[in-house]
């Protein structure tokens, strides 16, 4: 057995709860109790969203610098692509085989170095802050 619930509606509001009871199938309480279950399931979803709001704010700042350093690494990549192809001459053909084989070594260097500083935890950004937050007068003492 369903408890019996009395409540009082204004009269424009029970105009149209009997307009809706009129159709076949339904009934006024069905409408009440469809209503409230709505309402009451909105309520939670509102009392969720209050609680996840301050968690994705955050995630939308995280992604908000991630894509600025994004921004600027492949920025810095293209300037320094363009720096060397602006400035590095052709090689002749009879250096060239040689050059490979430097230029192999030299990648092979550089992608180790990569494997080692990300493996420590080292960041190049770390070292570039650290560079800008140095004063004039610090890089004047370090050079003395």
Do not use: C, W
């Not at 080692?116 to 937050?133: F, H, K």
Request: aromatic share 4%; proline share 4%.
């Amino acid at each position: 057995m369903k408890p019996r619930h009395h409540i009082y509606l204004d009269d424009e509001l029970t105009e149209k709860l009997d307009a809706l009871a009129e159709s076949p199938g339904s009934s006024k309480s069905a409408i009440v109790s469809d209503a409230l279950r709505a309402y009451l399931d909105s309520r939670g979803a509102k009392e969720l969203d209050d609680r996840l709001k301050v968690r994705i704010g955050k995630l939308g700042d995280q992604l908000a610098r991630v894509e600025r350093n994004l921004d600027i690494a492949l920025e810095s990549f293209a300037l320094f692509v363009r720096y060397q192809l602006a400035v590095t001459p052709p090689l002749p053909e009879a250096d060239q085989k040689a050059a490979r084989a430097v230029g192999h070594d030299r990648f092979q260097a550089f992608i180790a170095q990569v494997g080692r500083r990300i493996a420590g935890g080292r960041r190049i950004s770390d070292d570039l802050e650290a560079l800008l937050a140095r004063t004039p007068d610090d890089s004047m003492e370090t050079r003395q």
